[in-house]
């Protein structure tokens, strides 16, 4: 059975461009979250989707937005990119809005903004 | 609300030596506990994860860690570290219920295995 999934592995962008990611979940799971690593600042959570609607939102600015599809799928979508939004983009997927399960993670995007 | 701290931000040890790695967290109503490990070049993996029952939980490639309740701690041990265990190590709390079910992560732990 596949894992999380995202696209594309690479990204590179100029100050002041939108960046799109994608991501689909494990087959059955309805719930997705988006991750920001950022260099020397952990993991910070940006956005939650469930069933097509945003359940939670990190702080984070309007720019950084996102979207769930019928088939569970997400779109990151990060507006008027600045230096600092280089970073992994991780994408993780769960069993939606069951407390004890886990998430788990794709491999990320690497978004490099120039 | 939950936040997490993870006290060393890097590790170095001998293989086959022991080694922990510290977690503790922060939160006014119950929570579920997880670690996860990153390999260089790659997303997150869950290494074990404390939901209930036994506050002793292990992992099949010999981590286990221990949910103290009154610390407010979720430590990661290993007896015996092998040069494969060189990563970074993320704890993570999940809040029961409610609207806010996502992951809030620690900054990572740098487990560095040397020979």
């Known amino acids: 059975e596949a894992g999380v999934t995202q696209s594309p592995t690479h990204l590179i962008k100029t100050r002041g461009q939108q960046a799109t990611l994608r991501c689909s979940p494990i087959?059955?799971?309805?719930?997705v979250y988006w991750y920001q690593q950022a260099l020397g600042l952990g993991l910070q959570f940006l956005l939650w989707?469930?069933?097509?609607?945003?359940?939670n939102r990190g702080n984070f600015p309007p720019r950084f937005s996102g979207r769930q599809f019928p088939n569970y799928s997400s779109e990151l979508n990060v507006n008027a990119l600045e230096l600092e939004d280089s970073a992994l983009y991780l994408c993780?997927?769960?069993?939606?809005?069951?407390?004890?399960?886990?998430?788990?993670f794709g491999q990320g995007t690497r978004l490099t903004v120039v | 609300a939950q936040s997490v701290t993870q006290l060393d931000s890097q590790v170095p040890v001998f293989e086959e030596a022991p080694v922990e790695l510290r977690c503790n967290y922060s939160?006014?109503?119950?929570?579920?506990l997880f670690w996860y490990v990153q390999y260089p070049n790659q997303g997150l993996q869950l290494l074990l994860k404390?939901?209930?029952?036994?506050?002793l939980v292990e992992s099949i490639n010999g981590f286990e860690a221990e949910f103290n309740k009154s610390q407010t701690s979720f430590h990661l041990r290993k007896p015996s570290v092998h040069i494969s265990d060189t990563a970074e190590y993320f704890c993570?709390?999940?809040?029961?219920?409610?609207?806010?079910?996502?992951?809030?992560f620690g900054k990572g732990t740098k487990l560095s295995v040397k020979p």
């Open positions: 087959s059955g799971h309805t719930s």
């Open positions: 404390y939901l209930s029952g036994s506050t």
């Open positions: 939160s006014s109503v119950s929570v579920y």
């Open positions: 989707y469930d069933e097509g609607e945003e359940r």
């Open positions: 993780a997927s769960s069993l939606g809005i069951v407390m004890n399960t886990e998430a788990f």
């Open positions: 993570a709390v999940r809040k029961y219920g409610g609207s806010q079910g996502n992951l809030i």
